[in-house]
């Protein structure tokens, strides 16, 4: 079997571990969970650090268990949160479980026929079972108030003096009961977590010795940074999800593409699967030519292809190409109206009913009355500028302002009026 923990060291994802982990993992196949809070349809990149240590111990001959916290989704966990999360109700939460299970899929190997094919459980399963009163008498009796009070989650949330609910200060033992059914009836015997989880991580591995006398271990990542100091997985249009519908493939694409030097060289031992030898070689490439930007590139390529498909990252690098000019009319086209809508997200839009298209005679006709103004102010100011090579209309520039038009609608009801350089506008034929 390959070293989990030598594999974690070298790509920068190892923070925390309890001591003979590394011996445990020497022994033959082992088991561990991690847990997702099912507070969302779609998991975002920040839980991709979590899937990819996952997926790294199931490549690494281990058997992985991806729990979805359907229970612990009720009350929301306080680690390091200024404030209570809004509660979510059993639908909402199995909606969301299910589409996290349609996510977590295109990483890790749940097929059949192997011993370590990975698993997803869900936590509402079991605590469902319990009453309150079993589960403070059976459960609670194990862990003290003064151990669960030590923990820094909980500490620094009643310094910061917003209080803590009796609700959130649950969770870490509900947690941890998680990780006493899995080591009891899955013979689960590691929790991996981010660093934030350490306190919760180690409640279970108390409980496990307590009621069942047994060993557990316990592992968690860091917690991924910028180099500038803001937030990882937030743009300015909020949260980067693996969901198509919440951020398109191409978006996807470009928040890699976009990422710094400094973060890159991070990146790509985090997100991708690409061995030692092959990320050393490509960072030397990108120190001899920086502005190629050769190591945002591969990370684009690699996690886009991963997360959505070989077909979307292809078609984000199209759409990327056609946004800086190096395209042709024939690579507009080939858009789907979900990335071509995508590239051109925040361009201004011009409506015109088919009656009113149809009745167009000419280009010059088009940016007259028909679109009221809102592409040029006026007719002349179109002409001169069509004359002057300054306009095109799905990459194909004009020279003639009483050509007639006869450009194709992309996807069936859009034309791209490109003005100047950078000015482009969106006309849509309803």
């Known amino acids: 079997m390959n070293s989990f923990i030598e594999e974690l060291r070298w790509r920068g994802m190892l923070q925390d571990m309890t001591p003979e982990i590394e011996e445990h993992l020497?022994?033959?196949?082992?088991?561990?969970?991690?847990?997702?809070?099912?507070?969302?349809?779609?998991?975002?990149i920040g839980?991709?650090?979590?899937?990819?240590?996952?997926?790294?111990?199931?490549?690494?001959?281990?058997?992985?268990?991806?729990?979805?916290?359907?229970?612990?989704?009720?009350?929301?966990?306080p680690s390091f949160k200024s404030a209570e999360r809004n509660l979510l109700d059993k639908a909402t939460l199995d909606q969301n479980v299910t589409c996290i299970q349609n996510q977590l899929s295109k990483f890790l190997d749940f097929s059949g026929g192997t011993p370590n094919k990975a698993e997803l459980v869900n936590n509402y399963d079991w605590m469902s079972q319990f009453s309150f009163l079993d589960f403070i008498r059976d459960i609670g009796k194990h862990?003290?108030?003064?151990?669960?009070?030590?923990?820094?989650?909980?500490?620094?949330?009643?310094?910061?003096?917003?209080?803590?609910?009796?609700?959130?200060?649950?969770?870490?033992?509900?947690?941890?009961?998680?990780?006493?059914?899995?080591?009891?009836?899955?013979?689960?015997?590691?929790?991996?977590?981010?660093?934030?989880?350490?306190?919760?991580?180690?409640?279970?591995?108390?409980?496990?010795?307590?009621?069942?006398?047994g060993s557990a271990y316990a592992l968690t990542v860091p917690l991924i940074t910028k180099a500038d100091g803001t937030k990882f997985g937030k743009t300015e249009s909020g949260s980067v999800?693996?969901?198509?519908?919440?951020?398109?493939?191409?978006?996807?694409?470009?928040?890699?593409?976009?990422?710094?030097?400094?973060?890159?060289?991070?990146?790509?031992?985090?997100?991708?699967?690409?061995?030692?030898?092959?990320?050393?070689?490509?960072?030397?490439?990108?120190?001899?030519?920086?502005?190629?930007?050769?190591?945002?590139?591969?990370?684009?390529?690699?996690?886009?292809?991963?997360?959505?498909?070989?077909?979307?990252?292809?078609m984000a690098v199209k759409a990327s190409e056609i946004l800086?000019?190096?395209?042709?009319?024939?690579?507009?086209?080939?858009?789907?109206?979900?990335?071509?809508?995508?590239?051109?997200?925040?361009?201004?839009?011009?409506?015109?009913?088919?009656?009113?298209?149809?009745?167009?005679?000419?280009?010059?006709d088009l940016f007259g009355e028909k679109t009221q103004s809102q592409i040029f102010p006026s007719k002349g100011e179109a002409r001169k500028m069509i004359q002057g090579g300054g306009v095109s209309i799905n990459k194909e520039k004009l020279a003639d302002p009483n050509a007639p038009l006869s450009f194709n609608l992309l996807q069936g009801k859009y034309l791209l009026i490109q003005k100047g350089k950078k000015n482009y506008f969106i006309l849509e034929v309803k």
Not at 180 to 197: A, F, M, P, R, V
């Open 26 to 44: 020497t022994k033959g196949m082992a088991s561990a969970y991690l847990g997702f809070d099912p507070t969302a349809d779609s998991l975002h």
């Open 241 to 314: 999800w693996l969901d198509p519908e919440k951020t398109s493939p191409y978006a996807f694409y470009q928040f890699w593409l976009n990422v710094s030097d400094e973060d890159a060289s991070k990146y790509i031992r985090i997100f991708t699967v690409l061995d030692r030898a092959t990320i050393e070689g490509l960072e030397a490439e990108h120190a001899q030519a920086p502005h190629l930007r050769i190591l945002q590139k591969e990370i684009a390529k690699q996690v886009t292809s991963m997360v959505h498909s070989v077909e979307d990252y292809e």
């Open 47 to 77: 839980h991709l650090v979590g899937v990819m240590t996952l997926l790294h111990f199931q490549r690494a001959g281990h058997k992985p268990f991806a729990l979805v916290g359907g229970a612990t989704g009720m009350i929301g966990d």
């Open 143 to 213: 862990i003290t108030v003064n151990y669960m009070m030590s923990k820094d989650s909980v500490k620094r949330r009643l310094e910061d003096g917003n209080g803590l609910s009796f609700t959130e200060f649950s969770y870490q033992l509900i947690q941890g009961y998680d990780f006493y059914h899995l080591w009891k009836n899955q013979n689960c015997t590691i929790q991996l977590g981010g660093s934030d989880q350490w306190g919760n991580i180690v409640t279970g591995t108390e409980l496990i010795r307590r009621m069942g006398g």
């Open 324 to 364: 800086f000019g190096k395209s042709s009319t024939e690579d507009l086209a080939s858009l789907d109206e979900r990335t071509f809508l995508a590239v051109f997200d925040g361009v201004p839009q011009v409506q015109l009913s088919a009656q009113e298209f149809d009745s167009i005679e000419n280009v010059l």
